[in-house]
């Protein structure tokens, strides 16, 4: 049964940066589809970055150039570095996987675990 835990999390100014991480759980790990997603207060929650297992990459249009999602395949990890960060990346943060066959699609609805999420706050 394959397990996320997300975290790195915290209150930021705007222009200011964090790096989340999210450890999951299982001997998978190299051949998964990797997101971070978010969801902020009143808003469903929407797919932020992809990372596939050849390390190729996706991002949605208002993160490109701020964020940079990567993986480490030795430590089971999945990082999502975010910079110049605004009020409106405020949300909380989850990582899910998924095995299926490697696509945008499957990663909108990932049918991987969800974890408790790590709330990003981005306020003065």
């Known amino acids: 049964q394959v397990q996320v835990a997300e975290s790195g999390g915290g209150l930021v100014q705007p222009g200011g940066s964090l790096t989340l991480s999210c450890v999951v759980s299982g001997n998978l790990f190299r051949i998964l589809q990797l997101g971070w997603y978010r969801q902020a207060p009143g808003k469903e929650r929407e797919l932020v970055a992809s990372?596939?297992?050849?390390?190729?990459?996706d991002y949605i249009e208002s993160v490109l150039g701020r964020f940079t999602i990567s993986r480490d395949n030795d430590l089971n990890t999945v990082y999502l570095q975010m910079t110049s960060l605004k009020p409106e990346d405020t949300a909380v943060y989850y990582c899910n996987s998924d095995p299926r066959p490697e696509s945008i699609a499957n990663m909108n609805h990932p049918i991987g675990p969800w974890g408790q999420g790590t709330q990003v706050t981005v306020s003065s």
């Open positions: 990372i596939f297992s050849d390390g190729r990459t």
